[in-house]
């Protein structure tokens, strides 16, 4: 079957480590480029068939970096106890760390409770604390008072806010926090924002969104249409956000359960596999058209 406009498939690098500019940006920029695009990331919680997914939430990678005051091991005792020599010995920065810790957590809290989105579940949105880091200063082991920290965060916000509003919050969420120990007032951390993945939403109108309804309906075996794709946010981070950056809109649909993505064994189910194959091919027909000839 020839189509009438042109189908290309984009499998690209960079996405995995959130370097888009070496995949999805360079090869739209290299003229791979389209009216509407389809991903095709996991968009569902379970095993049925795949959902549409309409929004992808924002997402940030930060790190922070705060530093103590060395001391031997065996003085940690005085260390620990204001009312003896306290920070004039040495600063536990392990310690210190756990002030900003609990903020962030408690910020996590006040999100799950307040910060809603209708295509999310409640409490979806999040800070992580991925990597943490901590040691004296020149060796790893723990025969001295550690003095060096790094935290790296990964945050999941809510599409409905810009990763500019989501940064000002969790500065300030820290910053107050700092503000209330004696040494963090001090010696404040050092944030470095790594990564900025805007949020994405897919356009009303999009017409490609009632080729691939269409299509749907037709691959689960009901031709009349009535039977569209269930509508969820999608879980993660996609390239969508990147396609829109270079003016392609489009919608994330594709098989796979969330919840076994980047974790022990990480399966697709078979039906699954077969229902989003043949509306790919379906959405492609009814999209693209098909040639006279």
């Not at 480029?33 to 991903?39: H, K, N, W």
């Not at 409490?123 to 992580?128: P, R, V």
Request: aromatic content about 10%.
């Amino acid at each position: 079957m020839r189509l009438r406009g042109d189908l290309v498939l984009q499998a690209v690098v960079g996405e995995e480590v959130g370097d888009h500019t070496i995949g999805t940006t360079a090869a739209v920029q290299a003229g791979y480029g389209a009216d509407a695009a389809l991903i095709v990331e996991p968009t569902n919680y379970d095993d049925a068939a795949p959902r549409l997914a309409t929004v992808s939430s924002g997402g940030l990678w930060f790190s922070l970096t705060l530093t103590g005051k060395i001391a031997h091991s065996s003085l940690y005792g005085y260390v620990a106890q204001p009312a003896l020599q306290g920070t004039s010995l040495g600063v536990n920065v392990i310690d210190r760390y756990w002030v900003i810790y609990r903020a962030l957590q408690d910020l996590q809290q006040r999100w799950a409770r307040d910060d809603r989105h209708p295509l999310y579940r409640d409490g979806h949105f999040s800070i992580l604390p991925g990597v943490l880091e901590a040691h004296p200063h020149g060796f790893r082991v723990p025969f001295g008072v550690p003095d060096e920290l790094t935290v790296e965060y990964c945050v999941t916000h809510n599409p409905a806010r810009s990763n500019e509003e989501v940064i000002a919050e969790i500065e300030g969420v820290v910053r107050d926090a700092c503000a209330n120990d004696s040494w963090l007032r001090e010696h404040e951390p050092v944030f470095e924002w790594k990564l900025l993945w805007p949020p994405y939403t897919t356009p009303g109108d999009l017409d490609l969104l009632p080729a691939l309804a269409a299509a749907h309906s037709r691959a689960v075996g009901d031709p009349s249409g009535a039977t569209g794709p269930g509508l969820e946010g999608f879980f993660g981070l996609c390239d969508i956000t990147w396609m829109e950056a270079q003016q392609i809109p489009g919608v994330v649909y594709g098989p796979g359960n969330a919840l076994t993505a980047h974790a022990e064994d990480e399966y697709v189910a078979i039906d699954q596999l077969v229902t989003a194959a043949k509306t790919y091919a379906l959405t492609a027909i009814e999209y693209c058209g098909v040639a006279q000839d």
